[in-house]
């Protein structure tokens, strides 16, 4: 319900706004899942906000709208932005693919971005970001670190993006460690410090000593600093929350991809239909500094970077095994984005059934 | 052996602020007011036992903060629903709203700050007692008192005269204004009570369960909370009960899942919501005494005549 205040709050303010600045400023909207500080994904958007509003300066107006949920609701509040004079509206999680395609169709002036989507319309581009490169890095360093051979990873909802981050971790720990062994928490919500730290510590208490997720909050982090193993960071740099904790973390700069776009729907080079899916290479992913680690795992997680940006490593790439032990990728054979992006399937070694 | 201490004690911990918060609220209840912004005044708790532990340096002064303003917080609640008579579900659901928006503005600079952990117990020879030498007395503070409260509360409800009073007035509220009981004023100690309850819930939910400050950091606990209170019919040992067991549980499915048993985790993290509902349906059965236990005039205004 706080969602709804908010939505009106916003609604009413991106109303005065439009009417205060006349019609000279472009206006980018933007929707996140969570809220703007959350430490993590949202927070991640919010700067990249931030960094086009900056370098875009007085022509752009842009407005965020936080704590979204996924749902009805998400339809209604990217509906109330393409009625309150939006040029282009970001919508910033998986759950807002359905809604943004039905208001995208209501409203064919708008231009609108969904990202990690895989749903397009002649005014809906998607964009997304190669997150298993960086999942691939991790994997490696957890398959180095762990003295039990096996890594815990507390994920959020079992959808394709998910579990290709799960597949692509455990394989990059499985090519220094062939018997690397993943077990795998659902807590079914992106956002709950409590229940992820509850989640951490059941797995710490099952013999995992390196925790890796797919949440938003730094409550696992938190635990592994208490309980003195080591973590990743997701999304954002955790390294407040796990001083000696997080080896590196994923962290999402989508600062550069928000100011081309908008500057693309301004000047009317915008296109839509489109999916952009960058990675490591492009600046759109990188990774925090590597710590809390001996120099050669150091060197090792820096050399598959460099691999990886110069294009020298595919992170799929065979032999690789599906979970039920048939053959997934032949020997030298890298996987497809539309397989990577649809992957309803585990890779072999994961402790898990997947949800369906 | 280490393993079982170590669950039990986050199943602990993920049960104490839901019991407290509850506790709280079934002496609202009990009084016969309903109050649905325990979840609100549970996060301004967390946010304020938040900032006065990073300002005071002290996670004690932190959790006396979240109190007072827990407290004050359902203040407005009590002025707005006993003096006002304004209605009591519109005017929860509210201060719910307006507990999270305010506690966003109040975090706002604290976010990603590193929290203060209240301190656990540590008893030196008493705490390494294997098995339960933690359980009992290596815990933190707020967990002690939860006990302490749930057993004050039954106490107090059922053993003194001032517990029959504030019940009589949640059965009948005319009638114990008829015996000349100053109906108003216990409600309003009964309000303020449980808006402590729920500040200290979420100081613990700031300072010991995740020692941090994040929006909407309560996720829902506060509807967990409510909903024990209602399916435990309003006793304070079941309210334990049932917040205990929906911990077990919650912790228990995820321990479930890491072990790999290829059970569906949309089920399994549905269980502890229909385990907790489906016990204390089965335990609260007997239609007389539930009826017997539910606050009569719950949730109904009260104007005295003068």
Redesign the interface.
């Known amino acids: 319900?706080?969602k709804i205040?908010?939505a009106l709050a916003a609604t009413l303010a991106a109303a005065t706004a439009t009417s205060a600045v006349a019609q000279e400023k472009y206006k980018a909207c933007f929707i996140y899942v969570g809220?703007k500080?959350?430490?993590g994904w949202t927070q991640a958007h919010e700067v990249g906000r931030e960094y086009a509003q900056e370098k875009l300066g007085d022509k752009v107006e842009t407005v965020a709208l936080e704590?979204v949920p996924e749902g009805p609701d998400a339809e209604r509040a990217i509906e109330r932005f393409a009625r309150s004079g939006c040029g282009i509206i970001f919508t910033t999680s998986f759950g807002f693919m359905d809604p943004t395609i039905a208001v995208a169709e209501k409203f064919p002036d708008v231009k609108f971005e969904h990202a990690t989507g895989y749903k397009t319309a002649p005014n809906v581009t998607t964009y997304n970001s190669r997150f298993y490169e960086g999942r691939y890095i991790i994997g490696q360093i957890a398959g180095k670190m762990s003295k039990t051979g096996v890594a815990?990873y507390i994920a959020s909802f079992?959808i394709p993006e998910v579990v290709m981050g799960i597949n692509g971790f455990l394989t990059g720990a499985r090519s220094v460690n062939p018997d690397f062994k993943l077990?795998?928490?659902?807590?079914?919500?992106w956002?709950?410090?409590?229940?992820e730290?509850?989640?951490a510590?059941?797995?710490i208490?099952?013999g995992?000593d390196i925790i890796t997720q797919h949440t938003d909050?730094?409550?696992p982090m938190?635990v592994a600093e208490e309980r003195g193993i080591k973590a990743f960071g997701q999304a954002f740099d955790q390294i407040?929350?796990g001083p000696t904790a997080q080896l590196t973390a994923i962290e999402d700069t989508w600062g550069p991809y928000y100011e081309k776009q908008i500057k693309a729907a301004m000047d009317g080079t915008w296109k839509g239909g489109q999916s952009s899916w960058d990675g490591l290479k492009d600046g759109i992913l990188s990774m925090a500094p590597y710590t809390n680690m001996p120099d050669d795992v150091k060197a090792m997680a820096e050399e598959t970077q460099a691999k990886i940006e110069s294009g020298e490593l595919h992170p799929f790439t065979g032999p690789i095994n599906k979970q039920d032990g048939t053959v997934w990728l032949k020997e030298g054979e890298t996987a497809d984005d539309g397989t990577l992006l649809g992957m309803n399937f585990y890779v072999e070694g994961v402790?898990?059934?997947l949800?369906? | 052996m280490d393993?079982a201490q170590?669950?039990l004690l986050?199943i602990m911990t993920?049960a104490t602020p839901l019991l407290i918060a509850a506790i709280g609220e079934l002496v609202v209840e009990r009084s016969g007011v309903l109050n649905l912004g325990v979840e609100g005044m549970m996060v301004i708790g967390a946010v304020c036992g938040f900032a006065a532990t990073l300002l005071s340096g002290s996670p004690w002064i932190g959790m006396l903060a979240a109190i007072a303003a827990g407290a004050f917080f359902s203040l407005l609640f009590g002025v707005l629903t006993l003096s006002l008579a304004a209605n009591q579900v519109a005017t929860g659901?509210s201060l719910?709203?307006l507990g999270?928006?305010l506690s966003?503005m109040i975090g706002?600079s604290f976010?990603?700050?590193?929290g203060i952990k209240l301190a656990n117990l540590d008893i030196p020879v008493l705490g390494d007692i294997p098995l339960v030498g933690r359980l009992i007395f290596g815990q933190d503070p707020i967990f002690y008192i939860s006990l302490i409260l749930t057993g004050g509360v039954a106490w107090f409800l059922f053993r003194t005269r001032a517990g029959l009073t504030l019940r009589a007035i949640g059965d009948n509220h005319a009638s114990a204004h008829a015996l000349g009981i100053n109906v108003l004023k216990i409600r309003y100690l009964a309000v303020m009570f449980g808006g402590a309850c729920a500040g200290l819930a979420g100081a613990h939910?700031s300072l010991v369960?995740?020692?941090?400050w994040?929006?909407?950091?309560t996720?829902g606990?506060g509807w967990i909370a409510l909903a024990l209170v209602v399916f435990a019919s309003w006793r304070p040992w079941r309210v334990l009960g049932g917040a205990y067991l929906f911990g077990a549980v919650?912790?228990g499915q995820?321990?479930a899942?890491?072990?790999?048993f290829?059970?569906?985790?949309?089920f399994?993290?549905a269980l502890p919501y229909v385990a907790t509902i489906v016990v204390l349906v089965i335990i609260s059965r007997d239609r007389r005494l539930t009826l017997m236990n539910t606050p009569a005039s719950l949730g109904q205004p009260f104007v005295p005549d003068r």
């Not at chain 2, 994040?214 to 950091?217: F, G, I, L, Q, R």
């Not at chain 2, 290829?262 to 949309?266: K, R, V």
């Open positions: 319900m706080k205040v908010l809220s500080t959350d430490g704590n815990g079992p077990k795998v928490v659902w807590v079914n919500s956002f709950d410090a409590g229940k730290a509850d989640a510590k059941a797995l208490d099952q995992v909050s730094t409550g938190q407040q929350a402790d898990d059934k949800p369906q | 393993i170590n669950i986050t993920a659901l719910t709203l999270l928006g966003g706002e976010v990603g700050s590193a939910l369960y995740t020692p941090q994040v929006e909407n950091m996720a606990r919650s912790i995820l321990h899942q890491a072990l790999g290829g059970i569906p985790s949309q399994l993290s």
